[in-house]
């Protein structure tokens, strides 16, 4: 027979609401939402990123004028303070940066544009808040 936890299935319960408020979130995301330099969410850019990550959003990467259609500078949001990482094309030995190489923004003291991308519905069918297909 089972012994149930009055803590674990409240837990649970809790796991589950804080799972349903972010599939609201999610839900209603565009695919990419613009984090302006210099702004409250700028700051917060690594917790948004963290906060559900992979469900929620997929990455954050830097947005400038100067950069290559075949470059990208993507967040790290595991590091702290900002960690940036800057690939070619599609190689994955990514280098650290600091400064982004085409706008100078200071990118690991909070400078420069970012972007969420909006993560893909793989973790919402997989916990059944959508059909899978």
Aim: some cysteine; glycine content about 6%; hydrophobic content about 40%.
């Amino acid at each position: 027979m089972k012994q149930f936890d009055l803590f674990e299935c409240q837990k649970e319960l809790d796991i589950q609401a804080k799972r349903e408020q972010m599939f609201q979130k999610w839900r209603l995301l565009p695919p990419e939402r613009l984090i302006l330099a210099g702004t409250p969410n700028r700051r917060r850019l690594g917790e948004e990123l963290a906060d559900g990550y992979c469900m929620v959003w997929e990455q954050a990467l830097h947005r400038c004028q100067g950069l290559p259609p075949n470059q990208e500078i993507w967040l790290n949001h595991i590091e702290k303070p900002e960690y940036w990482v800057m690939n070619w094309n599609d190689d994955p030995c990514g280098e650290h940066i600091e400064i982004c190489p085409f706008c100078h923004a200071n990118l690991a003291c909070g400078e420069g544009d970012a972007v969420l991308i909006k993560a893909d519905d793989g973790w919402w069918r997989i916990l059944g808040f959508m059909e899978a297909e």
